[in-house]
């Protein structure tokens, strides 16, 4: 996502950039026709009408793309076309309930999308923290139960550390940054609040993962 609906199309971020995963080979989207297809769905639903929002998804997709090596083969696919597909509900012809995961999730479930694929969009970075917030957490979960995964912490690593325009960042300095922008007291400053400390575990535990930190990053 952006956490929950923490990136508008308006607003940059300054945060620092954050290293590329060292010893990771890409995966080539256009090898693999389901993330090929994820690709370029998303473009049609964001490029025209939100494009700081494609920026923000372009960026999450091609570090899925390094990302999904590390990951056992099965599940390459799954995290590359759920990272390219995470924030297709801020499309305005998608909105229905107005929260992103929940209606980016039930367009998926219409059109055919593999279910794993459907239900890591509808959860992705902790939405059903943000869930709760709206008054959405019993539907969110009755419809798209979370799967605990390898899969899931990459894809919230891939989402949590890159801003609203695209750029690479940390996580503390996203936080801070969406923070700033929406306020503590707003839906999503209470969101982030609740999650910040999940989300910190999780993106840290997979920087371990790919040796971003530790004795091994130096």
């Given at each position: 996502m952006d956490p929950g609906s923490v990136a508008d199309d308006?607003?940059?971020?300054?945060?620092?950039?954050?290293?590329?995963?060292?010893?990771?080979?890409?995966?080539?989207?256009?090898?693999?026709?389901?993330?090929?297809?994820?690709?370029e769905t998303a473009r049609q639903l964001l490029e025209g009408t939100l494009p700081i929002r494609w920026s923000h998804v372009r960026s999450v997709g091609a570090t899925a793309e390094l990302v999904a090596s590390a990951l056992d083969k099965s599940d390459r696919m799954l995290l590359v076309a759920a990272a390219w597909l995470h924030d297709i509900g801020y499309a305005p012809a998608l909105v229905d309930t107005g929260f992103h995961p929940l209606d980016g999730a039930r367009w998926l479930r219409r059109a055919g999308w593999a279910p794993r694929v459907v239900g890591l969009v509808a959860n992705h970075s902790y939405a059903l923290v943000e869930a709760a917030e709206r008054g959405l957490a019993g539907e969110l979960a009755a419809e798209f139960p979370a799967e605990q995964s390898a899969v899931a912490e990459a894809?919230?690593?891939?989402?949590?550390?890159?801003?609203?325009?695209?750029?690479?960042?940390?996580?503390?300095?996203?936080?801070?940054?969406?923070?700033?922008?929406?306020?503590?007291?707003?839906?999503?400053?209470?969101?982030?609040?609740?999650?910040?400390?999940?989300?910190?575990?999780?993106?840290?535990?997979?920087?371990?993962?790919?040796?971003?930190?530790?004795?091994?990053?130096?």
């Open positions: 308006a607003a940059p971020t300054t945060a620092s950039s954050v290293p590329r995963p060292r010893q990771l080979t890409p995966t080539v989207t256009g090898v693999d026709p389901v993330a090929a297809e994820a690709r894809l919230a690593y891939c989402d949590l550390t890159t801003g609203p325009d695209g750029r690479r960042v940390d996580l503390v300095d996203r936080l801070a940054e969406i923070r700033s922008r929406y306020g503590r007291d707003s839906v999503v400053g209470r969101f982030v609040d609740r999650a910040e400390g999940d989300m910190v575990e999780t993106v840290r535990r997979v920087e371990a993962r790919l040796g971003l930190r530790g004795p091994s990053a130096g």
